[in-house]
């Protein structure tokens, strides 16, 4: 890696493994399950889900769940903070020194630690945006396109709309697509 002193490969890998659920005991899993089972029951559903996560913390299957869970169910506050919690982990994941560097193109398209980094830092800047807090989706958008100048992740499309939305454009009008990478002025 280029960042720095790297993590274990075998903590990276458990990392990615776990970003697409792998490393889940079963009992975690069934709590999971059960949850989605209860979307009409959404206290029980949450409660599933923070027992879930109680159960591995620093696993990122479980804060997906439950990201998704609050995303889904209009509760973008709450799904911010489960974003933040994951951005977290993600950069415990990757190392102290991650960020220092840009990442390798191969690592923006290919590395699940890296990915999963960048796809919160694109969540994170969408949800802020619709939370109102422009500052904030600015820093969010600027660290991606800092990380992922390629725009691997798609971020610039984000940068495009909050380009529109501060210029006059408002959200009932889309600026125009396809947008292929980065607005020239500050995202």
Known sequence: MAYGKPPL??????????????????AVLALMEQAALLQHEPQ???ALLEQARAALPRHP???????R????GHRLKMARAVGEDALAIAR?????????EVPSQEQARHDAA?????????????????LGDMAEAHRMLGAL?????????????????LKHFESGGGTDTAPHYPVRGWPTARP
């Open 9 to 26: 490969e075998d903590d990276l890998a458990a990392f990615a493994a776990g970003a697409i659920g792998g490393g889940l005991p079963a």
């Open 44 to 46: 029980q559903a949450q």
């Open 61 to 67: 299957a479980p804060l997906i769940a439950l990201y």
């Open 69 to 72: 869970f609050h995303f889904y």
């Open 92 to 100: 415990t994941a990757l190392g102290p020194n991650f960020g220092d």
């Open 114 to 130: 890296v990915r999963f980094y960048l796809f919160v830092l694109k969540g994170l800047a969408y949800l802020n945006m619709r």
């Open 145 to 161: 396109r800092r990380l992922d100048p390629e725009d691997h992740v798609r971020g610039a499309v984000l940068a495009h709309m």
